[in-house]
């Protein structure tokens, strides 16, 4: 016992070593061999040197010619349909690994079967060109539920756009607002006031979330007169701000930043103190540095809380390991995880769709073997206005079905009820595809990634009058025992394939050790 528990001392000190992913050091990358510090820290040069060629991405990443030609065809393609693709801070830029198509991840994380998670995230592919069949879209077209700069979908609360798409520091991939090649980053004037004066006319609403874009991206005067009118709302009662800036630019976010967002939230509010929120979009552990922890640590002395919501992507982080790992690095540094968000169905990016039983089971041997508070709400946004539906598993069988998640494949569509009583029959989460261009898909990202395995895009495949055939990429499901947990999550075994959950069972071995430990005071 001894044995283990010295053991576990150490693998519990490598964990802690390893909260924090090292990027390379900015100055040993080619494009950025001449910068010094003082520039690299100085978040107006981060803006003014955004990466925005396959030329810059050449000195950062190993591509070869065939790779970078597919790349800036993606890029033209896009630029042709009237979207800007690709923008990434140096800061960013620097997460990800040299070379991309050839990975270092976590032991047991199949690293020949992934890609570099920042690059996924981050670098427009051919897969951005494949796939258009999404079935129903929608989810998040805000027009129809909007006055001015506001968007409603639930009694209680509402989003308040502050900035264009095209706003944020750093452009996603999988992002559903598609970028326009208009960059201004302000929302007219004229619709911002509209959308304050409907949330001062409309009582119900207590809770603001300012979005864009990238909230935080604005001019400082716009930013404090919006939170300086919304201080003035005697019923609005919470403000959320979203934000990716301490992810993708976390030198931007300053001491002088922070005190001016604290004192305009409440600088006319009369009662008990608007609380605010800081929301942001952590995917992946190796999102996670010293520099997004130092720019936590200056927004929790602020005051503010900070929770996150991340989105499942296929590619990037549909894995058991991957997930944990990323939800329980991010609660160590003080972020908590709040949603897991089914990717949505837009064009250009069912590629990262992963199927929703997945994210169950997921979803399902996460609980217990990691803090529930860590365990963020697998969630939904559903087409249509209907809002977010909640998709996470339950050990209740309360209608003595006996049927568990994991027991077979699902069929590729679900009856959804929304929180608002309304019922959509077949609500398909995946895109759709025949299978001579679901074939033809696979054999050109094959060859854009230089071998086969490492793209599995997840689509229904139909027939000709729009009939399901089958599911791309679902001969089985996840298999995850109690030991294969364990051994993911870096825990010691105990018995019985289980860590130790009980010190009573050790009891005897305990006494003999804490009267040998310093805990123990001799009379």
Same mark, same amino acid.
């Given at each position: ?134 079935? =129903?879209?929608?989810?998040?077209? !805000?027009? @129809? %539920? ?6 409603? /979908?639930?009694?209680? #609360? &509402? ?63 716009? =930013?404090?007169?919006?939170?300086? !009118?919304? @201080? %003035? ?6 403000? /959320?701000?979203?934000? #990716? &800036? ?278």
């Amino acid at each position: 016992i001894k044995e283990n528990f010295d053991r576990e001392n150490d693998n519990l000190m490598q964990t802690i070593d390893n909260i924090f992913y090292k990027p390379r050091k900015y100055n040993t990358i080619e494009l950025w061999k001449d910068v010094k510090e003082e520039q690299w820290n100085d978040v107006n040069w981060q803006r003014r040197n955004s990466i925005r060629s396959v030329a810059q991405l050449k000195k950062i990443i190993k591509l070869n010619d065939f790779q970078a030609s597919e790349i800036e065809r993606t890029l033209t393609a896009l630029k042709n349909e009237g979207k800007e693709a690709l923008r990434i801070t140096p800061y960013y830029a620097s997460l990800m690994q040299e070379d991309p198509f050839h990975p270092t991840m976590l032991p047991d994380e199949k690293s020949e079967k992934r890609l570099d998670p920042i690059f996924w995230q981050s670098v427009p592919t051919p897969a951005n060109l494949l796939f258009p069949d999404t079935g =129903l879209e929608g989810a998040m077209n !805000e027009n @129809s %539920r909007s006055y001015g700069a506001v968007y409603q /979908r639930y009694p209680n #609360r &509402v989003a308040l756009f502050v900035a264009e798409n095209t706003s944020c520091a750093s452009y996603c991939v999988h992002c559903q607002r598609a970028k326009s090649l208009d960059c201004s980053a302000d929302v007219n004037s004229t619709e911002i006031d509209k959308g304050l004066f409907y949330i001062g006319y409309n009582k119900n609403i207590n809770e603001v979330l300012v979005t864009g874009g990238d909230a935080l991206m604005i001019s400082r005067s716009r =930013l404090q007169y919006v939170l300086e !009118e919304l @201080s %003035r709302i005697p019923h609005l009662r919470a403000i /959320r701000i979203a934000t #990716r &800036v301490p992810v993708v630019m976390p030198m931007g976010i300053t001491d002088n930043l922070l005190e001016l967002i604290n004192v305009s939230a409440n600088k006319y509010n009369k009662g008990v103190d608007k609380y605010v929120y800081f929301m942001t979009h952590i995917n992946h552990y190796q999102e996670i540095t010293e520099d997004l922890e130092t720019a936590v640590k200056k927004i929790r002395k602020h005051g503010f809380t900070i929770r996150n919501q991340t989105v499942l992507l296929n590619h990037v982080n549909d894995y058991y390991k991957t997930m944990a790992e990323t939800f329980r690095r991010m609660f160590w540094i003080g972020v908590h995880p709040y949603y897991l968000l089914q990717c949505h169905k837009e064009k250009g990016i069912v590629h990262f769709i992963t199927p929703i039983q997945i994210g169950k089971i997921y979803m399902k041997h996460l609980q217990g073997w990691i803090s529930g508070v860590t365990v963020p709400r697998y969630a939904a946004n559903v087409e249509g206005g209907g809002g977010k539906v909640l998709l996470m598993p339950s050990g209740h069988d309360t209608m003595n079905v006996e049927t568990n998640i994991d027991d077979k494949i699902s069929e590729s569509f679900a009856t959804i009820k929304t929180w608002d009583s309304k019922t959509m029959f077949r609500y398909e989460a995946l895109g759709r595809t025949s299978r001579d261009e679901f074939e033809n898909g696979v054999k050109i990202m094959d060859k854009f990634i230089g071998r086969k395995g490492a793209f599995v895009p997840n689509l229904i495949i139909v027939d000709n009058e729009g009939k399901h055939i089958e599911t791309t990429n679902r001969t089985e499901l996840p298999k995850i025992e109690k030991l294969k947990k364990a051994e993911l999550l870096g825990y010691e075994m105990f018995d019985k394939n289980m860590p130790l959950t009980n010190p009573n069972d050790i009891a005897d071995e305990l006494e003999k050790q804490f009267k040998n430990s310093k805990y123990c005071r001799k009379e």
